[in-house]
């Protein structure tokens, strides 16, 4: 029983290894994956065959050689499975469809007000979401590998998956399991900050980087942190929570109920709380009100001049914190408050953080934009079903993974 145990892990290694190095290292020959996996040519002929046979695989263009006959290229059959990526925010749900080489195939998004934030009301939107998707890319809910979901707040994994968001009253809500039963497809679901992570530090401004931030910036304030290649959780998976470390001793009462939290001032309800105390008027939608606010910064208007100013001032000194502690080698700042504030104040800001960390800290510190723009939490999302994708795991191969047909009842 040892043996056949010890069998079939080290055959999911294996297959493992030869799909995450596919994955992140694009098409290539079996002599190269032979060679750059250290499997065995037998080996990597068993492993790269029976995927082919399940069609994970496929052979694309031949490479030519020094010699020989020319070598077919292996790479992912795009056309083998799908994933659905679900950005659940504050202000808007958006979803959307990726192959199995992450290429977006359609999207949609519903704007949500903040007496809707309840569970059934997103349950009801993933669902609708879901079915939408399915329908305009014309294919049947079967190949659908699973549904990741990137959410604000902390996502528990003691025993169930629960999330616990305190700006929506969730205290440690069984989503996952409710969201399940009512797709009947596989749900991950994890922090949105941490889902970004995961695609930036895979496919985006984190390539070939081993220590980094990346930093979303809404409605509220996150951080994914990335050390040695690997996504950082802490004990009860809710590292990252940098929008809630503190800026000023009994400042601005934080929606987490404390007091002088960095989101307080740089989440987008800060930046707009900062700006009519100045007396400057804004619309109350969100994206509306940030928008007015860097058209008026860019007209050089004093009030926003001044809240941008302090707005850079104090992102820049959370930022330094988080320098000194993690000592990451790139930030990336992303979320969709996050990407326009980095467009207009990339520079002051990168300028600030490299006076006031340790220099050894920020010497050879690079802080940019998510390459994944407004996208990337859906991405992530996208991204927590590939790494399990990725794991070798037989239930996804071959058709092994079985299912209901997909149920899209709206809830009662």
Same mark, same amino acid.
């Given at each position: 029983?040892?043996?056949?145990?010890?069998?079939?892990?080290?055959?999911?290694?294996?297959?493992? *290894?030869? *799909?995450? &190095?596919?994955?992140?290292?694009?098409?290539?020959?079996?002599?190269?994956?032979?060679?750059?996996?250290?499997?065995?040519?037998?080996?990597?002929?068993?492993?790269?065959? +029976?995927?082919?046979?399940?069609?994970?695989?496929?052979?694309?263009?031949?490479?030519?050689?020094?010699?020989?006959?020319?070598?077919?290229? *292996?790479?992912?059959?795009?056309?083998?499975?799908?994933?659905?990526?679900?950005?659940?925010?504050?202000?808007?749900?958006?979803?959307?469809?990726?192959?199995?080489?992450?290429?977006?195939?359609?999207?949609?998004?519903?704007?949500?007000?903040?007496?809707?934030?309840?569970?059934?009301?997103?349950?009801?939107?993933?669902?609708?979401?879901?079915?939408?998707?399915?329908?305009?890319?014309?294919?049947?809910?079967?190949?659908?590998?699973?549904?990741?979901?990137?959410?604000?707040?902390?996502?528990? &994994?003691?025993?169930?998956?629960?999330?616990?968001?305190?700006?929506?009253?969730?205290?440690?809500?069984?989503?996952?399991? !409710?969201?399940?039963?009512?797709?009947?497809?596989?749900?991950?679901?994890?922090?949105?900050?941490?889902?970004?992570? *995961?695609?930036e530090s895979w496919f985006?401004?984190?390539?070939?980087?081993?220590?980094?931030?990346?930093?979303?910036?809404?409605?509220?304030?996150?951080?994914?942190?990335?050390?040695?290649?690997?996504?950082?959780?802490?004990?009860?998976?809710?590292?990252?929570?940098?929008? &809630?470390?503190?800026v000023t001793l009994h400042?601005?009462?934080?929606?987490?109920?404390?007091?002088?939290?960095?989101?307080?001032?740089?989440?987008?309800?800060?930046?707009?709380?900062s700006l009519r105390e100045?007396?400057?008027?804004?619309?109350?939608?969100?994206? +509306?009100?940030?928008?007015?606010?860097?058209?008026?910064? !860019?007209?050089?208007?004093?009030?926003?001049?001044?809240?941008?100013? +302090?707005?850079?001032?104090?992102?820049?000194?959370?930022?330094?914190?988080?320098?000194?502690?993690?000592?990451?080698? !790139?930030?990336?700042?992303?979320?969709?408050?996050?990407?326009?504030?980095?467009?207009?104040?990339?520079?002051?800001?990168?300028?600030?953080?490299? !006076?006031?960390?340790?220099?050894?800290?920020?010497?050879?510190?690079?802080?940019?934009?998510?390459?994944?723009?407004?996208?990337?939490?859906?991405?992530?999302?996208?991204?927590?079903?590939?790494?399990?994708?990725?794991?070798?795991?037989?239930?996804?191969?071959?058709?092994?993974?079985?299912?209901?047909?997909?149920?899209?009842?709206?809830?009662?």
């Amino acid at each position: 029983m040892n043996q056949l145990r010890n069998t079939i892990d080290l055959r999911q290694a294996n297959t493992q *290894l030869v *799909l995450r &190095h596919l994955c992140f290292n694009g098409p290539m020959s079996r002599i190269d994956l032979s060679q750059q996996t250290k499997l065995s040519p037998s080996t990597l002929t068993n492993v790269t065959s +029976e995927l082919l046979q399940n069609g994970i695989l496929i052979e694309t263009d031949l490479e030519k050689s020094a010699g020989g006959r020319p070598r077919a290229i *292996l790479d992912f059959n795009p056309n083998y499975g799908y994933f659905i990526g679900i950005d659940l925010g504050e202000t808007q749900v958006a979803l959307e469809l990726f192959d199995l080489k992450l290429n977006r195939l359609c999207s949609m998004q519903e704007p949500i007000t903040e007496d809707q934030n309840i569970l059934d009301n997103y349950i009801c939107i993933i669902q609708r979401g879901c079915e939408h998707l399915i329908e305009n890319c014309g294919i049947s809910p079967d190949p659908i590998l699973g549904v990741g979901i990137g959410v604000p707040g902390i996502v528990e &994994h003691s025993g169930q998956v629960s999330v616990a968001a305190p700006m929506w009253s969730w205290q440690s809500l069984p989503a996952l399991e !409710r969201i399940e039963q009512a797709i009947n497809l596989p749900v991950y679901i994890d922090n949105g900050a941490k889902a970004m992570a *995961l695609a930036e530090s895979w496919f985006g401004a984190g390539r070939g980087v081993q220590d980094m931030a990346v930093i979303l910036i809404g409605t509220g304030i996150g951080a994914g942190i990335i050390t040695k290649g690997v996504l950082y959780r802490g004990a009860t998976n809710s590292a990252g929570e940098w929008g &809630h470390t503190k800026v000023t001793l009994h400042g601005r009462v934080c929606r987490c109920g404390s007091q002088g939290c960095l989101e307080a001032y740089v989440g987008a309800p800060g930046i707009m709380a900062s700006l009519r105390e100045l007396g400057m008027q804004l619309p109350d939608d969100q994206f +509306e009100a940030i928008d007015s606010f860097l058209a008026a910064y !860019r007209t050089n208007e004093p009030a926003a001049l001044q809240v941008m100013d +302090e707005t850079l001032e104090i992102l820049g000194l959370g930022l330094v914190n988080l320098v000194n502690l993690f000592n990451p080698e !790139r930030i990336a700042i992303g979320g969709w408050a996050g990407l326009k504030i980095a467009e207009a104040g990339l520079e002051p800001l990168t300028d600030y953080v490299k !006076r006031n960390a340790l220099p050894p800290s920020a010497k050879d510190l690079v802080i940019e934009k998510c390459q994944f723009g407004e996208d990337a939490i859906c991405t992530g999302a996208a991204c927590l079903v590939l790494g399990q994708f990725l794991s070798g795991n037989s239930k996804f191969y071959g058709g092994a993974y079985k299912r209901q047909p997909l149920s899209m009842t709206t809830l009662d």
